[in-house]
Nanobody, 127 residues
Framework: QVQLVESGGGLVQAGGSVRLSCAAS????????AGWFRQAPGKEREFVAT????????YYTDSVKGRFTISRDNAKNMMYLQINNLKPEDTAIYHC????????????????????WGQGTQVTVSS
C-alpha cells in the first residue's frame, strides 16, 4: 500500500508563492501517475495537475496553467506543486494522489483513476 503525506501548506498573502510537497512511501515502484487535487470550502474536489512518474509528462487543468508547476523527484519519492501569484480562490485543501495506471488529457482529472490519496494540506490565501 502506497502512503502519501503532504506538507508545505499554510497562510499566504495574495500574490505570494507556496511549494507543496508530497512524500510517497511503500511500494512506490507501482506508481505510474501522480497528481494534485484541491477542495475548497463548500465545493467539490477539483483536479489541478498530474505528472507521469516515469518521463515526467505533465497535464494541468486550464484554470491553473501558468501559475502552477507540478514536478517530481523519483530518487526521493517526492512530488511537488509550486504555486505562484496566489489568489484567494486558491484557498483549499490540497491532496496528492497516485495511480498505478496511466491517464491522458481530460482523463487525468478523473479522481476515480487514482488508487492512493494523502490526507491533504491546507492552503489559505489572504487578500
Amino acid at each position: 500500500q502506497v502512503q502519501l503525506v503532504e506538507s508545505g501548506g499554510g497562510l499566504v498573502q495574495a500574490g505570494g508563492s507556496v511549494r507543496l510537497s508530497c512524500a510517497a512511501s511503500g511500494p512506490t515502484f507501482s506508481i505510474n501517475t501522480a497528481g494534485w487535487f484541491r477542495q475548497a470550502p463548500g465545493k467539490e474536489r477539483e483536479f489541478v495537475a498530474t505528472i507521469y512518474w516515469i518521463g515526467g509528462s505533465t497535464y494541468y487543468t486550464d484554470s491553473v496553467k501558468g501559475r502552477f508547476t507540478i514536478s517530481r523527484d523519483n530518487a526521493k519519492n517526492m512530488m511537488y506543486l509550486q504555486i505562484n501569484n496566489l489568489k484567494p480562490e486558491d484557498t483549499a485543501i490540497y491532496h496528492c494522489a497516485a495511480s498505478v495506471g496511466y491517464c491522458s488529457g481530460d482523463g487525468c482529472g478523473d479522481s476515480a483513476g487514482y488508487n492512493y490519496w494523502g490526507q491533504g494540506t491546507q492552503v489559505t490565501v489572504s487578500s
